[in-house]
């Protein structure tokens, strides 16, 4: 017993045993090809290599050359595939531009949510649930739109209903002054005049009012839209921006949530800055329309408190709208409105902007006039109002991301 062991042990001779064939493992060599045969049903003692060779109707005759490789990445194959990514681009193309005013209404409503967003936080960390503070948010917007409106449309009203009832009057002096009678029969205006007012003059100027009509509804559609979108918006925020944060890998979502939540907060902080600079304005315009006696002190504020809602060009437009009005007025208010307004937005421009928007965005003047053209040239007077929040989302986006990874290269 004891020479069985070292004996059996270094046996040269003895072949090696061979463990029992599995079933599974037969059944992958076989796989669905099935080219077993009685005497190895398995095809355990085949060569593997034999199952890769071509049989005789894969390899043919071979009278008419050996057959080419697959046509996988044919000429053919690819300028199809290209046309088809083509023919999706220009559909999607389509699309947009079909689309384009519903997506600047969408891209409103999300700027405006986002700027409203920190207020209801803010009422949320007051003790309110999140829906009544979303009510309260809106109910308050609507009341300052509402107060604008009612301070703009009057005014309009009246000053055309005078103008319209002095036509008369002012056409009467016009035909009393020797020198315009003398034009008239010069030029034979009353003939041309005639001649204007026929049908199709008529059917036009019909036109023209109901484009006009068109245009008043239709503007009220877009204002209702937006409206409903910035609810929404508002309502399901934390839901909207969390999809967004999950779409992202998971490997880079915690710092693509970083860098989001900071564009937002900046974009908010830009919002109530730029809303506090614009009711600033309106109201030192106020006092000043007050205390000058200007027609309309309340209008003329909501004007120049709108107007300056627009980047780098808003300042000077409401200033041009106020101006005219006094000069209207009078020589002296006139004079008056435009060294009010040129110490004004000197302080604002030197003053109470940097400080404010210091602590918000910080944007070079540049790239903010850069930006705030482009946008009116691609969106119109959104696009300036959006311009300076989304440059100072590029540039961080070009600060924490883009510059780093071109320095690890």
């Known amino acids: 017993m004891e020479q069985d062991g070292p004996a059996r042990a270094g046996a040269p001779d003895e072949p090696t045993r061979r463990p029992a064939p599995d079933p599974a493992d037969a059944a992958d060599r076989c796989g669905p090809r099935g080219t077993g045969s009685p005497e190895d049903p398995g095809g355990t003692l085949a060569d593997p290599a ?15 050359g050996q057959p080419g490789r697959p046509l996988r990445r044919s000429s053919f194959l690819v300028g199809f595939t290209g ?9 999607v193309w389509l699309g947009v531009r079909n689309a384009g005013g519903i997506l600047v209404l969408v891209v409103i409503a999300l700027f405006l949510a986002v700027g409203l967003n920190p207020a209801v936080n803010r009422l949320r960390s007051w003790g309110l649930r999140h829906g009544l503070a979303v009510a309260v948010v809106v109910l308050t917007l609507l009341l300052v739109v509402a107060a604008g409106v009612v301070a703009l449309v009057p005014p309009v009203v009246t000053q055309t209903s005078e103008f319209i009832n002095q036509l008369p009057s002012y056409v009467e002096e016009l035909r009393r002054n020797r020198t315009v009678n003398d034009l008239v029969e010069r030029y034979d205006v009353m003939e041309r005049v005639q001649e204007l007012a026929n049908a199709d003059t008529v059917g036009r100027a019909l036109g023209g009012v109901l484009g006009g ?11 209702l839209t937006v409206l409903v979108l910035t609810i929404y918006f508002l309502a399901y925020f934390d839901r ?3 999809l967004g944060y999950a779409l992202v890998p998971r490997s880079r979502r915690q710092r693509v949530r970083l860098i989001g939540d900071e564009i937002l907060t900046k974009v908010g ?13 309106g109201a030192t315009t106020f006092v000043f329309a007050l205390i000058v006696g200007l027609p309309y002190p309340f209008a003329l504020a909501v004007v120049v408190a709108v107007t300056d809602l627009i980047p780098q060009i808003g300042a000077t437009l409401g200033a041009v709208v106020v101006s005219v009005v006094a000069f209207a007025t009078g020589l002296p208010e006139g004079i008056a409105t435009l060294v009010f307004f040129v110490l004004y937005q000197q302080v604002e421009n030197y003053l109470i902007y940097p400080k404010i928007m210091r602590r918000s965005v910080q944007v070079n003047e540049v790239a903010a006039l850069l930006a705030a053209l482009l946008g009116v040239a691609l969106i119109g007077v959104v696009g300036a109002l959006i311009a300076i929040p989304t440059v100072a989302a590029l540039q961080l986006i070009l600060r924490e991301v883009v510059l780093p990874r071109q320095e690890r290269r």
Request: glycine share 14%; proline share 4%.
């Open 50 to 64: 034999e199952f890769d060779a071509p049989g005789p109707l894969a390899t043919g005759s071979g009278r008419f």
């Open 83 to 91: 046309a088809l990514g083509v023919l999706l681009a220009y559909t």
């Open 213 to 223: 009509a068109q245009l008043i509804f239709g503007t009220l559609f877009r204002g």
């Open 240 to 242: 909207l921006r969390a």
């Open 269 to 281: 902080a830009y919002m109530v800055g730029a809303l506090s600079i614009a009711v600033l304005a």
